[in-house]
T-cell receptor, first 110, second 113 residues
Framework: LAKTTQPISMDSYEGQEVNITCSHN???????ITWYQQFPSQGPRFIIQ???TKVTNEVASLFIPADRKSSTLSLPRVSLSDTAVYYC???????????FGKGTMLLVSP | DSGVTQTPKHLITATGQRVTLRCSPR?????VYWYQQSLDQGLQFLIQ???????AKGNILERFSAQQFPDLHSELNLSSLELGDSALYFC????????????FGPGTRLLVL
């Protein structure tokens, strides 16, 4: 099972770009990288998922280098409402269950 | 709104009691997952059902059980409750395929006194 490591917390200001890096050294060939966001007392919400290179949606971008041992979630121009915990997960090929780590607590200040 | 509903929102009970948490998945989703989130353990996967059958088991205690009914709603039964069972319990649903996005419900907050 690929273990993920990400910073415990990060601070930013409104309007800045935030990059959260996650390492997953033991990722297997067919595993996917998935990011979820969670606000206090709410269920996690899917942000983005990728396998390699770059994936972009209306909320974020996900950068995955060729060796896939790490990935970076990029949030453009964050706002106060982006204050949340962000989880990086490696989703095992052929499986649908999720293993959550401790996540990164992002605090966005005015 | 994820489309996943959970009831009740809050539940307060005493040690030794039994409670049932209910989850209705998004329309069309066949898979239901149950997770427990506590301050010390974080978010932990408990069990998954797919179209009425158990598909995967995580860190679910023997005192806990779940089932998925023909209409695809699911119930999580917690018995012989202990103080340490106090937590947020989330249900999620997906189409059921691998790597499919899971959509989480708002959760049930359980407090065992």
């Amino acid at each position: 099972l690929a273990k993920t490591t990400q910073p415990i917390s990060m601070d930013s200001y409104e309007g800045q770009e935030v990059n959260i890096t996650c390492s997953h050294n033991n990722i297997a060939t067919n595993d996917y990288i998935t990011w979820y966001q969670q606000f206090p007392s709410q269920g996690p919400r899917f942000i983005i998922q990728g396998y390699k290179t770059k994936v972009t949606n209306e909320v974020a971008s996900l950068f995955i280098p060729a060796d896939r041992k790490s990935s970076t979630l990029s949030l453009p121009r964050v706002s106060l409402s982006d204050t949340a915990v962000y989880y990086c997960l490696v989703v095992l090929s052929g499986y649908s269950t999720l293993t959550f780590g401790k996540g990164t607590m992002l605090l966005v200040s005015p | 709104d994820s489309g996943v509903t959970q009831t009740p929102k809050h539940l307060i009970t005493a040690t030794g009691q039994r409670v049932t948490l209910r989850c209705s998945p998004r329309s069309g989703d066949l898979s239901v997952y149950w997770y427990q989130q506590s301050l010390d353990q974080g978010l932990q996967f408990l069990i998954q059902y797919y179209n009425g059958e158990e598909r995967a088991k995580g860190n679910i205690l023997e005192r806990f059980s779940a089932q998925q009914f023909p209409d695809l709603h699911s119930e999580l039964n917690l018995s012989s409750l202990e103080l340490g069972d106090s937590a947020l319990y989330f249900c999620a649903s997906s189409g059921g395929g691998p790597q499919e996005t899971q959509y989480f419900g708002p959760g049930t907050r359980l407090l065992v006194l």
